[in-house]
């Protein structure tokens, strides 16, 4: 599977077990699988007790994120057939306290083979999506460690192999925990996000020593991954997006699950990742490193209200975000580097604006940003005078929606404001876009 991977799980059996992290309140009382009540219990005998219950399962109800319950019905008859699977014992649950963002993973046990598997599920609250991005400021973050201290608490004394795994943030944890505890044999991290360039830094000896271990199993158009730097090998896998989620679904944990008409599922590898998440990986990159140390923090902290409010499909949250006095600095910032940036790589709005579409939001916002573009220069002289500014878009002949977008959003006219006047001190290339990798 890997250089120096030794598990005995199967890329698909990784997969499902991921998939299982989120499944929640299926039919009757033990029908969700991270809980204390199925402390001692096979896979097989949550699997069995799901279907038992199958009839009082709505196929279209949303039973976890992204989930729906005939997607988690799928999943179950697709494990039913796999005894390996099925004989794999759940030894203990753990959740985070509320204050410490609620985390939750567990401790399964292989028994054909003497194999520990430590799970971690995604992101579980919106203080763990804060948490997700302080990563850019924080080394390490106060999540990441709150996760390797439960490990360390676990008795793992003669296992033949331990292997952790989670994902979206669960594979973050899984990669820094296998970067900071020498006894990992196996790490598997499904969508995970990556390290700050200071962490990478950091941890240089850690990651040369132990980056072998780690394998990333990435849907080629996921959108979590492509956050900050990575950590071992990458392997891309075709997903099934653009259905019922449409963008969203491609950081879906069943996202890359493709099914037989008998119900057998299979995962197919992808050539190379979706170029929109390339581009938009290298983008990001560049702009981190363009920011200084003493600033990133806000920068965080409005990127995760951000996302926040996007996973909630929000338009007017994430506007209000970019406006209000607390993250407008950061978000004229941010505008006007993805401005400058597009001025020398025209292809990466093109990108964006693909994304924000497909995730149903207004992409006036990239009209706005042609806009300032063109008249970065007439812009600083009028300031944030709304009634100038629609009348100059009128005279340049503008599209409606944009003006119509920009009158319900009187706000946006300071921010419009502090973006132009940024755009003249921006030098989008001067930082390179590619992952901070070790020699």
């Not at 997006?241 to 057998?264: K, S």
């Not at 006036?364 to 573009?373: L, P």
Request: proline share 2%.
């Amino acid at each position: 599977m890997g250089d120096n991977l030794s598990s005995n799980l199967t890329i698909e059996e990784i997969v499902l077990i991921n998939n299982l992290l989120y499944c929640e309140n299926l039919g009757g009382p033990r029908g969700t699988f991270l809980s204390t009540s199925q402390e001692s219990r096979t896979i097989g005998d949550f699997v069995n007790g799901v279907l038992r219950n199958a009839a009082q399962i709505e196929n279209d109800k949303e039973y976890s994120t992204g989930v729906t319950g005939a997607e988690c019905k799928e999943i179950m008859w697709a494990i039913r057939p796999n005894q390996h699977l099925k004989d794999i014992i759940i030894l203990q649950v753990h959740y985070e306290s509320d204050s410490a963002g609620g985390g939750r993973s567990a401790l399964l046990y292989d028994p054909a083979y003497n194999e520990a598997i430590v799970a971690f599920k995604g992101t579980q609250s919106d203080a763990e999506w804060i948490d997700n991005v302080s990563g850019l400021y924080q080394v390490p973050t106060l999540y990441q460690n709150n996760a390797l201290s439960w490990f360390r608490s676990l008795a793992l004394d003669g296992y033949d192999t331990i292997t952790v795994t989670g994902h979206s943030k669960g594979g973050n944890k899984s990669k820094f925990i296998t970067i900071m505890d020498d006894r990992v044999n196996s790490c598997f991290s499904f969508d995970g996000q990556g390290f700050s360039d200071e962490f990478i830094k950091k941890y240089a000896l850690q990651i040369r020593k132990n980056r072998g271990k780690i394998l990333n199993i990435i849907a080629e158009s996921d959108f979590v991954n492509i956050l900050l730097n990575d950590v071992g090998k990458k392997q891309f896998y075709l997903g099934t997006n653009f259905g019922r989620l449409g963008f969203a679904e491609n950081h879906c944990a069943n996202a890359i699950v493709f099914y037989d008409d008998i119900g057998g599922m299979s995962v197919w590898k992808a050539p190379k990742q979706d170029k929109k998440m390339t581009d938009l990986d290298k983008m990001l990159n560049s702009f981190i490193r363009s920011v200084q140390m003493s600033t990133r923090e806000n920068v965080a902290n409005m990127l995760g209200n951000v996302i926040v409010n996007a996973k909630g499909g929000d338009t007017d949250k994430i506007i209000d975000t970019f406006a209000c006095e607390r993250y407008s600095d950061s978000a004229a910032q941010l505008v006007a580097f993805i401005f400058r940036y597009k001025g020398k790589k025209p292809e990466m709005v093109e990108s964006v604006k693909e994304i924000l579409s497909q995730n149903g939001f207004s992409t006036d916002m990239v009209g706005i940003a042609d806009f300032i573009t063109n008249h970065a220069v007439i812009m600083k002289i009028i300031g944030s005078r709304p009634k100038l500014v629609l009348t100059l878009l009128r005279l340049r002949h503008s599209p409606e929606s944009l003006i119509d977008f920009l009158t319900n959003h009187p706000a946006l006219f300071t921010l419009v404001d502090l973006i132009s006047d940024k755009m003249w001190k921006v030098k989008p290339l001067k930082y390179c876009g590619d992952d901070l990798v070790l020699d």
